[in-house]
């Protein structure tokens, strides 16, 4: 959908004003940004869909794209990591289950969600930028679109892991519930980095580029292909003794692989402390996200 229908949508959603210069002057700022944004709910999802519909346009497999890049990914880091490495998955306690590749799986499906959120959310004001320069609406809407059709896509790859687990022998079905309120603890999470992101890359075309960097590090940052048994406890240099595996938890990527496991693969309840700091974390992102966001989001018809 080109941006004039996209156009045509927002000028028909309810509650939305038009404003030739795109600064929003006919806001009421009596009301919050989240409220702005609920009440901008209908637009959202006409987005939200645009975004599900262009994903694979054109492309022969379509969606089976969504599925085969994980699975792909597999395939590349068993050979590497569980035979040539000869890396070995901890035995699921009290499953049983003892599979790299189903390891892995519940590791990287989180973390694919998370790499595209940040990548989607960083293009999501400059891809509009035709549309936001002509009509005023919460302008958060294209960051919330855009990690919204992440977690529909995000949901049926849970979706093929559970049946490869059911087939597995492992009976994911009861743990399922929990499985949603990490996915919905994660998207809060991803939603606050999505729109400091989106806005900073508006006026900093450098964050992309810098990201991209911090991605690749973040990936081994966390239990993701390896197990967490081989971070030590401690580290030592020059004298000092430094307890770098209570640093390397601190990491909310390492609680959120962690609570997905514990939930897929192990078939247990994560931690209660751990699912409270990860909403810790989710509320403070998005709280940070939005503020910067309101921040700078006034310039941001001029600059994109």
């Not at 600064?23 to 944004?37: D, Q």
């Not at 991803?190 to 890359?201: A, E, K, P, R, Y």
């Amino acid at each position: 959908m080109g941006s004039a229908g996209v156009a045509d949508i927002v000028c028909e959603a309810p509650g939305l004003k038009l404003s030739s210069s795109g600064a929003g002057s006919g806001r009421s700022f009596g009301m919050t940004k989240l409220a702005e944004v609920f009440d901008a709910r209908e637009l959202t999802w006409n987005l939200t869909l645009r975004e599900l519909r262009g994903r694979y346009k054109k492309s022969v497999l379509g969606w089976s794209w969504s599925l085969l890049n994980p699975l792909s990914t597999v395939i590349i880091y068993s050979i590497v990591f569980a035979y040539f490495l000869k890396i070995e998955p901890p035995k699921g306690h009290p499953s049983g289950l003892h599979n790299f590749a189903a390891f892995l799986l519940c590791g990287l499906l989180p973390w694919n969600f998370l790499q595209a959120s940040i990548n989607g959310s960083m293009g999501a004001l400059i891809g509009n930028a035709n549309l936001i320069k002509k009509v005023y609406f919460p302008r958060e809407v294209f960051v919330v679109s855009a990690v919204a059709s992440l977690v529909i896509t995000f949901l049926i790859e849970l979706g093929v892991l559970a049946v490869i687990l059911l087939l597995l022998g492992n009976m994911v079905v009861p743990w399922l519930p929990i499985v949603l309120v990490i996915v919905a603890i994660q998207a809060v999470f991803c939603l606050g980095l999505g729109l400091m992101l989106s806005v900073l890359n508006v006026y900093f075309r450098d964050v992309q580029h810098l990201m991209n960097i911090v991605l690749a590090a973040l990936f081994y940052s966390a239990p993701i292909v390896y197990p967490i048994r081989y971070v030590p406890r401690y580290a030592h240099v020059n004298g000092w003794t430094i307890p770098i595996g209570a640093i390397y938890r601190l990491n909310p990527l390492v609680q959120f692989i962690g609570a997905y496991r514990n939930a897929m693969y192990d078939l247990r309840f994560p931690p209660f402390l751990s699912i409270l700091y990860l909403m810790a974390w989710s509320a403070v992102m998005l709280l940070i996200g939005l503020a910067v966001f309101r921040r700078l989001e006034g310039r941001v018809p001029e600059e994109v």
